[in-house]
């Protein structure tokens, strides 16, 4: 989990984004792209038709091919739901239909469910290729700007900027906080374990605390409105 | 406890996005309430969101097509109000969404209402109820976290099995399906679940010993009932002191009595000596001192009156705060 939380990957990520050469989804608007997204979520979701689901998969690849998108990110996003779908596929064979395929210790794989879970993985494929097209190919702050454009109130756009800016700060100060206490003897036991954890916890939300303060007057003092 | 991509489909997961739309929007409401109350402290949202977001992005895979890890809505909600926990929920679950592929947006109303329903409203109103019954904050806050994760995944269990046994040609009944759910959750959440419990106590008590003002900025607790009690000690304090001064002076008269001359006029007498003591002699059980005649120490007799005057002024307030101020719904309690 480090590595994928890790700052310099994400600052060398959007750096990257920001060299990539100019194609595919990298011209299209930000707007367009989150309205592009939730029209295929809805087609993907709520039609809920596997041959749709499976065009509109390929669409997502063959975009995919145009815009090549960074590699590494890519790579994790296409990896990520990996594992949830192969058990959502197990257990929709074993869970679902009337006709058995194969037995295997005892347990009939069915058709019907096969297929059931064949569609599952096909609609949360095209869902990630999408997202993938989406989210790769446009930094965050754009994301931002778009989502005000589409209304979203003022409060959760500014929440989801801090969030996305000092989560991975957070994590860092987590980490550094935990190698510490682990190299004095912090997690000997279970018991230590949580108590160290939570010491950390609670050390990080007094940062937290204070540190939520100081960013407030230092953007109220470079000019930034008191209720803003 | 995300229910991934994919499974949800069609109406279903029309209803929930737009039930969760809802929610996040009360929250939104109760979020620019809070920053305009706060201003310096509109940072803290999103660091709070920021802390949800960790915790909730570390996943132990369960049965099709859900996650187990803890929940962090919980603390969010008791430290910041049940609604505002949901709003941060749902941001925290669009951030996973959209950068990570955990979850995933057909599924994002469901996982609000799950993880904020069932995580930060419930964790927060076991919070709360435990503080009523007079339970300690760390105690209370460890309730409450633990009563958040195990509902979240009791509604994770009941939202799944309720649409794969409404599925296509399903192979088991709802109860089947919830059982193998809760079957597989166990191992994983069982032991996060208490460890959420610890946690969540923790951290609280934690930050309560180091900075008890940031708790009360926050109102999960208040100095009400120690100002309640300071304010009945200092009132009980001259009244108390007037007493002593009086029973001073009734001691000092009565040993001025006891050294007048018999036959002459010995003023008014007290009810042990003008009824209990003439009708034990008159019983033939004349009276005689006590094993430890307190009332001949002097002022350890009224040492002892002010300190029984204090605890039973001290067990009046406890009682008077937990009957009245609790029913009014101040919800400002001390440790």
Redesign the interface.
Known sequence: ?SE??NLNQVIASERELERAPKRGMFLLDPRLKLFL??LV?FL?????INVISGILLCLGLLTFLWTRPPLGRTT???L??L???I??V???S?????TPIFELWGVSV?K??LI?GG??????YC??TW??L??ITTPFAQ?LSALRWYKV?D??V??????????FL??EE?LRMHVAATTRGGRTTTWKS??S???I??????R??D???R???AQFARGGQ??A | MHI???????IP??VFTVVSLGL??VG?KE??KF??EF?????????????I??LS???I???????SHPCGAPMAAI?LGPWIGI??TG??L??Q??????G???TWGANVIILGVGGAMCGWAAFKISRKVGLSLVVSAAIGGFIGNILTYTFAGLTLASV?ST??????TFMQ?LG?IYTAYLPTQGPIAI?EL??TG??I???YE??PE?LESLKVVTVKVSIIFLVGFLLFLPIQTAVAQNMDNTVNNQQHQAAEPEGEETGMMGMDEAINESLAEKAGMPPRDPYINIEALGDVWNTIILLAGGICGFIIGRWWDLLFVGNQKCQKNSI
């Not at chain 1, 074993?94 to 009337?98: D, E, S």
């Not at chain 1, 916890?201 to 007094?206: E, H, R, S, V, Y």
């Not at chain 2, 509109?42 to 920021?50: I, Q, R, S, T």
Request: aromatic share 18%; no cysteine.
């Open positions: 989990m994928e939380f997204l939730f979520i993907n979701i709520g039609l809920a994790f996003f296409l990520a739901p594992l949830t779908v058990i959502t197990i257990g929709f074993i869970g679902f239909g009337v069915y019907e469910g059931q569609g599952v993985a096909l609609r949360v869902d990630v997202l993938a989406t989210f994301i109130p409060i959760l500014d929440t989801l900027g801090i969030m996305y800016r000092y989560s957070l994590y987590f949580i108590q954890v939570s010491r916890g609670a050390q990080i939300f007094l937290v605390f540190r939520s303060e960013i407030y007057w008191k209720d | 991934s991509e994919g499974i949800i489909t069609g997961a029309a996040v929007g939104a979020m620019t920053a305009k201003p310096e402290k509109k940072p803290l949202l999103g660091m709070a969101g920021a802390f977001f960790f992005l570390i996943p895979p369960a049965f099709t097509g859900t996650t430290l709003a941060l941001l925290s669009f951030l969404a959209a950068f990570f592929a955990h995933g947006f057909s794969l599925g296509p040609q399903p192979q088991y399906y193998v460890g610890f946690m923790l951290i008590k934690y930050v180091q900075r940031i």
